[in-house]
């Protein structure tokens, strides 16, 4: 089995080669030295929201359209092993976090979405921050256009109502699992991108009305 899956590895590596998304060296998705060329977001986000790096840098707008739109699956969980320093710093030890039980949320697609682009880009990163914890307990059934077809913020807040459900079943299943409830759980919300901050804000709300401690809620997205 061994030798098999090396054999399958080869010539996948020979028809994919993996090579970095800016410099194309081999053997990165993401060099470290590119990721270091990328710029850090500097604006401070409202309700304990957290962004790495700042969208209005062309390189990001770069690897994150390609993360989303260009099928670079595996970059979505390279940026997210980038991140997870900064949410440990930004999150998890500076509330706290981390004899609690907490789990990483990724923002879901709708279905339909889902199948079109074969990956959920915020689970893949949200996996890269932590795997253990990532817990889809957010489900959609709606989607919203693209940001940018959207005409202004208000439009776009209400395209995102009544979007999201609760996925009780892997709510409950991790709650009796882990021996705990809801006034004890703390939840990292993640996304690629936040702007108007509309999509947290709307998953918060959800999060609320079914008994969530509002102040336990945290959100990340890889850029601002
Ligand atoms: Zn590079």
């Given amino acids: ?6 054999f399958i590895k080869s010539v996948t590596d020979s028809l994919f080669p993996v090579r970095c998304a800016m410099c194309k060296r081999d053997e990165f998705l993401l060099c470290p030295n ?3 060329l ?4 500097s604006n401070t986000l409202p309700d304990k929201t957290y962004a790495k790096y700042s969208y209005k840098d062309l390189t990001t707008k770069n690897i994150l359209f390609k993360l989303k739109y ?6 979505s969980e390279v940026m997210g092993k980038y991140s997870s320093d900064f949410v440990k710093e930004n999150i998890i030890n500076k509330y706290n976090l981390q004899n609690k039980n907490y789990i990483l949320v990724p923002i879901p ?3 339909r979405r889902l199948k079109e ?3 959920n880009q915020a689970e893949l990163i949200s996996c890269g921050i932590d795997r253990e914890r990532t817990l889809n307990i957010l489900t959609r059934y709606k989607d919203t256009h693209r940001l940018k077809d959207a005409k202004n913020i208000d439009e776009r807040h209400l395209e995102l109502a009544n979007s999201f459900d609760i996925n009780k079943e892997e709510l409950y299943e991790y709650l009796n699992k882990n021996n ?3 006034n004890n759980l703390y939840v990292i919300l993640i996304d690629d991108i936040t702007t108007t901050g509309a999509t947290f804000y709307k998953c918060k709300n959800l999060l609320q009305g079914h008994g969530f401690d509002d102040n336990k809620i945290f959100c990340f997205a890889l850029a601002h």
């Fill in 180 to 182: 705990t409830d809801l």
């Fill in 34 to 36: 590119c990721e270091k």
């Fill in 70 to 75: 260009k099928h670079h699956k595996n970059l």
């Fill in 1 to 6: 089995m061994y030798y098999f899956d090396k």
């Fill in 109 to 111: 697609l709708s279905s």
């Fill in 117 to 119: 682009r074969g990956y």
């Fill in 38 to 41: 990328l710029k850090t977001n």
